[in-house]
T-cell receptor, first 111, second 117 residues
Framework: KNQVEQSPQSLIILEGKNCTLQ??????????LRWYKQDTGRGPVSLTI?????NTKSNGRYTATLDADTKQSSLHITASQLSDSASYIC??????????FGSGTRLSIRP | KAGVTQTPRYLIKTRGQQVTLSCSPI?????VSWYQQTPGQGLQFLFE?????QRNKGNFPGRFSGRQFSNSRSEMNVSTLELGDSALYLC????WGSGRHDYNEQFFGPGTRLTVL
């Protein structure tokens, strides 16, 4: 069964600290994996997209990694800011035209 | 380039009514997908349209339907509304249909918040 699981469900960290969010998937055949940031009440915004051959991609303070062998991805946020408070959603697409969403990690940054 | 626009942004309906939501994709994008987002279920795929044809469909009842026009604008219709239909409905556009290209990125609109009383 195609699934995308994210952990933790929620996370609270202090401003300036780093954090790492996890995404495990069982989607097959794999096409690409995307991380989205969704602010409360707004649509998701793409942070990174990685295909099978890529294992790291950065977007400013956001760095995503992908291990296609273990079917795991992580999103690392460096020097967190209050504006990083949001839900982060992992999305995996299969080459069979399926798009599977994770349930998201809700990140709260405290001053 | 203008982003994805959705109208209306907020909507309040009562049980049994029907509703139509509208989505205008980014200019040049031919694929439009619709999603339902609720706190308990997260994002769930409703359907995808590409060049006026439904390409994929999620596991939603027949009360949920959609269509796409020749200018790629899309509408979603929900008939006989139920309380459980209260959700944020998101539309996403992309240049190609899903599975067509590895870097086929989806761009989401701000969503329509539907409340069913």
């Amino acid at each position: 069964k195609n699934q995308v699981e994210q952990s933790p469900q929620s996370l609270i960290i202090l401003e300036g600290k780093n954090c790492t969010l996890q995404c495990n998937y069982t989607v097959s055949p794999f096409s690409n994996l995307r991380w989205y940031k969704q602010d409360t009440g707004r649509g998701p915004v793409s942070l990174t997209i990685m295909t099978f051959s890529e294992n790291t991609k950065s977007n400013g303070r956001y760095t995503a990694t992908l291990d296609a062998d273990t079917k795991q991805s992580s999103l690392h946020i460096t020097a967190s800011q209050l504006s990083d408070s949001a839900s982060y959603i992992c999305v995996v697409s299969s080459s069979a035209s399926k798009i599977i969403f994770g349930s998201g990690t809700r990140l709260s940054i405290r001053p | 380039k203008a982003g994805v626009t959705q109208t209306p942004r907020y909507l309040i309906k009562t049980r049994g009514q029907q509703v139509t939501l509208s989505c205008s994709p980014i200019s040049g994008h031919r694929s439009v997908s619709w999603y339902q987002q609720t706190p308990g279920q997260g994002l769930q795929f409703l359907f995808e349209y590409f060049s006026e044809t439904q390409r994929n469909k999620g596991n939603f009842p027949g009360r949920f339907s959609g269509r796409q026009f020749s200018n790629s604008r899309s509408e979603m219709n929900v008939s006989t509304l139920e309380l459980g239909d209260s959700a944020l409905y998101l539309c996403a556009s992309s240049p190609w249909g899903s599975g067509r290209h590895d870097y086929n990125e989806q761009f989401f609109g701000p969503g329509t918040r539907l409340t069913v009383l």
